[in-house]
């Protein structure tokens, strides 16, 4: 399948697993940053950048995967009711007839 | 008076494109413009003030200064919270209610409560299932359906027939559940 298509079609899985993977560096790199500082005052900034940061972008990219679900459903029901559509105009037909 | 404008500037076309349109009805949207716009506040929001609650603290040399900046950072972050937590509900709450309007058998069909005689009942277990080879149709339609098929189901009074049977009736299978 045409890569360039796929990436058109799945947007939003492509997107949830960018800021997913965006998330999960920033966690390790405010751990790293933590780590690394021996004061309070010093390890705060990577608390909020790295951790709180890393939290939101994770909390994003969720969304965005379990919208992408939602999504496929919601096109399923458009088949269905398409096909409902075809089905019941038959069915009156018959019914009149 | 715009419109009109409109329709007259376009000519045939616009006619064309009026057509087309009462021809296929409009689909209703999972989310609208104004959940989409509620979703982007709330997390744009939380974003900036993450930001600018980490920009503060960094900038601070003492560890009392900075819980300030760390309480603004959490509250971003529960705002957007907020903000995904609404935008999945609804999502959630717009899909049951589309599927209780297009599909008001399945509930019955999925509970199992629906045993009146006559009426297609859905199939229980996948055992049941596999071993039946028969599939459901109404007299004069165009399509045949599995047992289970949400089309199918809580319709009364269709009959029972093996593939060969429905094929020969010159019925095809329906584009649902694929039989």
């Known amino acids: 399948m045409d890569i360039g298509k796929w990436l058109r079609l799945q947007w939003d899985r492509v997107l949830a697993w960018v800021l997913v993977v965006a998330g999960a560096i920033a966690l390790i790199a405010g751990w790293v940053g933590v780590s690394g500082s021996a004061y309070a005052a010093g390890q705060l900034p990577y608390i909020i950048s790295g951790g709180i940061g890393g939290i939101f972008l994770l909390g994003i990219g969720g969304t965005l995967w379990l919208s992408a679900d939602l999504r496929d459903e919601w096109r399923k029901l458009d088949s269905i009711e398409d096909a409902l559509r075809e089905e019941r105009p038959a069915a009156d037909e018959v019914a009149v007839g | ?179």
């Open chain 2, 1 to 179: 008076m715009a419109a009109a404008v409109v329709h007259e500037r376009l000519g045939p076309r616009a006619r064309t494109i009026d057509a087309s349109r009462r021809a296929t009805p409009a689909r209703p949207l999972l989310w609208g413009a104004e959940d989409l716009l509620r979703w982007a506040i709330t997390t744009g929001l939380g974003g900036i003030v993450i930001a600018v609650g980490w920009y503060i603290a960094a900038g601070e040399a003492t560890f009392g200064q900075q819980i300030g900046p760390l309480d603004a950072a959490l509250a971003g972050l529960l705002l957007s919270g907020i903000g995904n937590l609404a935008w999945l509900l609804h999502g959630r709450r717009a899909l049951g209610e589309r599927r209780r309007l297009l599909l008001p058998e399945l509930a019955d069909a999925t509970t199992g409560v629906d045993t009146r005689a006559g009426v297609v009942s859905p199939l229980s277990t996948p055992t049941e299932q596999a071993s039946v080879d028969v599939f459901v149709a109404g007299e004069g339609m165009e399509r045949f359906h599995r047992p289970e098929c949400a089309l199918a189901s809580g319709r009364s009074g269709w009959m029972t027939t093996t593939r060969r049977g429905h094929e020969d009736a010159g019925r095809l299978p329906c584009g649902v559940c694929r039989p």
